[in-house]
């Protein structure tokens, strides 16, 4: 699915900024960027734009107003994502419906992550304005994410991920295939967070494990390659849950 998008923001290198974020991104179609919500205004009566990163602080009229203006149009709105240095706005965001809330300076991870927000919404909405599909549709699930390793983002795919241990400022996360694992500056929790908690599974307090790649299971630990992993006391009672379903 290809989300139409422009950005709006009177300052150039914000501007510029957004633009590159959305260009790198293989969902979304860049189609305008205005330095004001005036030109943007003007902008949205000769194109279908389905979704607007958006700035407040505008000299004439401010992102939060140009939202204002938009939201009478009903459902034939573009959906907004804010795009702003001042957090105080956040509550107002969400009243004019906006899909998510970006605090200046923002990196690629948070603005892909918001991007993702957005794409869920537009498959949703396509699922519900086509009932032949939507019967049968399942929640779209990521089979990729974004992590942080030596100043650059690098793309993980999911089912390449053998476990991952957490230590004191970092992870290591384990693949298939490659000898040497893969460093980011991150929490265990924070990582925990990103998964889908289908596939993978705290299991420790220093462990997440790839549920598919498990080889063996004893009665405190699991083995995955030629790694074996112990299973943390907090841990037991939710990974029984897991094993019961294969008793």
């Known amino acids: 699915m290809i ?13 510029g900024l957004v633009c590159a974020f959305i260009e790198q991104t293989p ?13 943007a205004l003007v902008g949205l009566q000769d194109q279908k734009v389905d979704l607007i990163f958006l700035d407040i602080q505008m000299p004439n009229l401010n992102g939060m107003e140009l939202a204002r203006v938009l939201d009478s149009r009903g459902a034939n709105k ?9 957090n105080q706005f ?6 004019v419906d906006a899909l998510d809330y970006l605090l200046k300076p ?5 603005f ?12 949703l909405v396509n699922r519900s ?10 929640p779209v699930e990521e089979e990729y994410l974004f992590l942080k390793i030596e100043y650059q983002l690098v793309r993980i795919a999911l089912n390449e991920i053998m476990y991952i241990e957490g230590l004191k400022d970092y992870v290591k996360i384990y693949l298939q295939d490659k000898e040497k694992p893969l460093l980011s500056l991150t929490s265990l929790k924070a990582l925990e967070e990103k998964l889908p908690s289908k596939r993978f599974m705290r299991v420790h307090r220093s462990f997440i494990v790839s549920l598919n790649k498990i080889n063996s299971i004893t009665r405190n630990a699991l083995q995955i390659g030629k790694v074996n ?14 094993l019961s379903k294969w008793n």
Do not use: M
């Open 106 to 110: 923002f990196n690629y991870e948070e």
């Open 90 to 95: 956040a509550i107002e965001g969400y009243r």
């Open 3 to 15: 989300i139409n998008c422009i950005a709006v923001d009177d300052e150039p290198l914000a501007l």
């Open 112 to 123: 892909l992550h918001a991007s993702n927000k957005a794409l869920s919404y537009f498959e």
């Open 27 to 39: 969902f979304l179609n860049l189609i305008g960027r205005y330095s004001s919500a005036v030109e």
């Open 229 to 242: 992993i112990t299973v943390g006391d907090q841990y037991k009672e939710a990974f029984g849950v897991f």
């Open 78 to 86: 573009p959906r907004i994502i804010f795009t702003t240095a001042y």
């Open 129 to 138: 304005n086509n009932p032949t599909t939507a019967v049968a549709a399942e």
